[in-house]
Structures are given as structure tokens and as C-alpha cells.
């Protein structure tokens, strides 16, 4: 079974610097998925960022960016400019290639960013 | 559009009761997924839809939780003889049921047991 570890329980970073956020998973298989989510206190799940485990390149979606490591199955999640919106749980998730499971997600268990002003 | 809907947004009921939980998906997403989230927790997956029938109900932790979708569109989470340890926020996604797709998530009901 795939499994997701966010070692960090606990963030802060001041606004407009830069935090990166850890995520490490372990599977067996070749080809997934994975993902950051954003979820403020109206509890919405909020997808920040996709990426693919066949490509090499690593994701971008405006401030924020990741460095997936596949070999070491490492998922990092960048936050530039941070701002006060960006204040919330963040959850690394994987999600298995193989069409049986559908777009199953297995989730981390969080780490909190706060954004000091 | 309209997102996912899930009602109601709380709910407190005493231990041993029975409880419904409803989620409508987004019109036209064949896929469907309901998840556990306990305080300070990353959500777990109990179950998911594709259309009418339950393609995966894996993780359903015991025969209290039963969930149905009868016309492949509204689903309900049944819990029976509910325990506090079911305290949680249920959430619920909806996503189109071809390729990979984003999963489009509720606001979740916060269910107590007292």
C-alpha cells in the first residue's frame, strides 16, 4: 500500500518570503501522480499544484513550485512571496496510475502554514 | 456551476444513533468519493462511486458505514450505532470518471457524537 509522510506538523514563514514544505510517499509502482492541496478553515479542499511522476520537469503554477525527486521519493512543495491568503493546512497526496482505483487519493496528514505580516 | 454540496454542514447527534450524511457531486461527474478527516488528520478514503455501484469500498472501517448512490448522482453515508470515535469531518469529491481528473471537494460535514 502507498503510504504519505509530511514530517513537519508546523510552518511559519514572513510575508513575501519563500517556505518550502516537505513530503515524502513510498510505492512500488512506477507511474502516479501527485498533488498539494490547500485547505483553509472552510475546510474545501483546494488543488494546488499536479505532477506527473514520467515527467522529469518539475511543476510550476505561478508562486508556487515543487522539487519531485522520484528516485528518493521526496515532493516538495515551494511557496514564493508568501501572503497572508496562503495561510492554511497543506496536504501532499498520491495517487496511483493504474486505473482501477479511479482518481483515489491518499493523503499525508498535513502540515500547517502560518504567514506572519 | 455549482460545486459539490454536502448537508447538512454540521451535525451533533448521541452516541448509538443513526445519522445521514448527503453529498450532491458536480452535474455530470460520474465519479464520486467520500473521505474521513479526524482533527489534525489528512483525510482517509472510505469509499468510491463510479456511477451506480461502489467500485471501491475498501476502506470503510466497519459494517456501521454503509454509503449508496442509487441514480449515480446524489450520494448518502449511512452510519449506524454511532461511537465517538466517528467524531470527524466527512468529505466528500466529485470528479469525471475518465483519464485523470481533479477531484472537486465539498466543505464536508462535521459530524459530532456525543
Known amino acids: 500500500a502507498q503510504t504519505v509522510t509530511q514530517s513537519q506538523p508546523e510552518m511559519s514563514v514572513q510575508e513575501a518570503e519563500t517556505v518550502t514544505l516537505s513530503c515524502t510517499y513510498d510505492t512500488s509502482e512506477s507511474d502516479y501522480y501527485l498533488f498539494w492541496y490547500k485547505q483553509p478553515p472552510s475546510r474545501q479542499m483546494i488543488l494546488v499544484i499536479r505532477?506527473?511522476?514520467?515527467?522529469?520537469q518539475n511543476a510550476t503554477e505561478n508562486r508556487f513550485s515543487v522539487n519531485f525527486q522520484k528516485a528518493a521519493k521526496s515532493f516538495s512543495l515551494k511557496i514564493s512571496d508568501s501572503q497572508l491568503g496562503d495561510a492554511a493546512m497543506y496536504f501532499c497526496a498520491y495517487r496511483s496510475a493504474s486505473g482501477k482505483y479511479g482518481n483515489k487519493l491518499v493523503f499525508g496528514a498535513g502540515t500547517i502554514l502560518r504567514v506572519k505580516s | 456551476g455549482a460545486g459539490v454540496s454536502q448537508t447538512p454542514s454540521n451535525k451533533v447527534t448521541e452516541k448509538g444513533k443513526y445519522v445521514e450524511l448527503r453529498c450532491d457531486p458536480i452535474?455530470?461527474?460520474?465519479?464520486l468519493y467520500w473521505y474521513r478527516q479526524s482533527l489534525g488528520q489528512g483525510p482517509e478514503f472510505l469509499i468510491y462511486?463510479?456511477?451506480?455501484?461502489?467500485a471501491d469500498d475498501s476502506g470503510l472501517p466497519n459494517d456501521r458505514f454503509f454509503a449508496v448512490r442509487p441514480e449515480g448522482s446524489v450520494s448518502t453515508l449511512k452510519i449506524q450505532r454511532t461511537e465517538r470515535g466517528d467524531s470527524a469531518v466527512y468529505l466528500c469529491?466529485?470528479?469525471w470518471g475518465q483519464g485523470v481528473s481533479p477531484l472537486h471537494f465539498g466543505n464536508g460535514t462535521r459530524l459530532t457524537v456525543t
Open positions: 452535474s455530470g461527474h460520474t465519479a
Open positions: 469529491a466529485s470528479s
Open positions: 505532477q506527473e511522476a514520467y515527467k522529469q
Open positions: 462511486f463510479q456511477g451506480t455501484g461502489a
